[in-house]
């Protein structure tokens, strides 16, 4: 037994003395490799948490859901608590009664989700029968057909850039049918995806989500709720 251990270790002592080099070389090679497969692993983009929403309707881009408005937080306009309509990305507007006149001044320093700046001359924006006119250094002004006192509170839709941007922390893209009715919305932010897809009932957002096609209805009936409770919601 010791004969046996003894012929081992000098066989392996011989072994290192005429091969140490090549296993030296062998072990800085697979300690290199170790560390750039490291560096670049930490190099890849993280895939970034991504939820898809069911809603329920029709709707345009100058009708968006409330759900995608708050999210986005883009608007002229937005609503406080109360449901009063007060200014967001404007730091005012003023009213002249006479001409049917809006005139919103825009907040300073506003950026688009690129981080570029907001300049007029980017801004896409139109009304069906309203005069839209920008106003240098930095307001935008509408002109209606008639007297409309609500009108401030329809400005609550995002403000986009002819390159598809809005302003702040998320990028929109969206898919609309012929018709002009959105079908998909993706909104996109350095943290997170997430994606709205809609449907003309309840029954198809259910099957969506029965399915696997969509992680939750966000405006489900309450009629139809019990649906989804059964399947986990």
Do not use: C, H
Not at 9 to 20: C, D, L, N, P
Request: net charge positive.
């Amino acid at each position: 037994m010791i004969k046996a251990i003894r012929e081992q270790f000098w066989y392996t002592r011989s072994f290192i003395k005429k091969y140490s080099s090549q296993v030296l070389l062998g072990t800085i090679v697979t300690i290199l490799f170790a560390l750039a497969g490291n560096f670049l692993l930490s190099k890849l983009p993280k895939s970034k948490p991504t939820y898809r929403v069911g809603l329920i309707g029709q709707y345009t881009t100058s009708q968006l859901p409330q759900t995608i408005l708050n999210l986005i937080n883009g608007g002229l306009t937005t609503f406080n608590e109360s449901q009063e309509v007060i200014p967001n990305l404007s730091e005012k507007w003023q009213i002249d009664q006479q001409n049917n006149t809006y005139t919103f001044e825009l907040k300073p320093d506003l950026r688009w989700s690129d981080g570029s700046q907001v300049q007029l001359k980017d801004i896409k924006i139109s009304f069906p029968g309203v005069s839209v006119e920008m106003v240098e250094p930095n307001s935008i002004s509408f002109k209606l057909p008639s007297k409309f006192s609500p009108f401030p509170s329809l400005l609550n839709f995002p403000l986009i850039s002819s390159k598809g941007k809005v302003i702040g922390d998320f990028d929109i893209r969206i898919k609309q049918k012929s018709s002009g009715v959105v079908t998909q919305i993706l909104l996109e932010s350095p943290e997170k995806k997430i994606t709205f897809n809609f449907y003309s009932t309840a029954k198809q957002a259910i099957t969506a989500y029965k399915l696997g096609q969509i992680d939750l209805v966000a405006n489900v009936p309450t009629s139809q709720d019990g649906d989804l409770a059964r399947f986990g919601k």
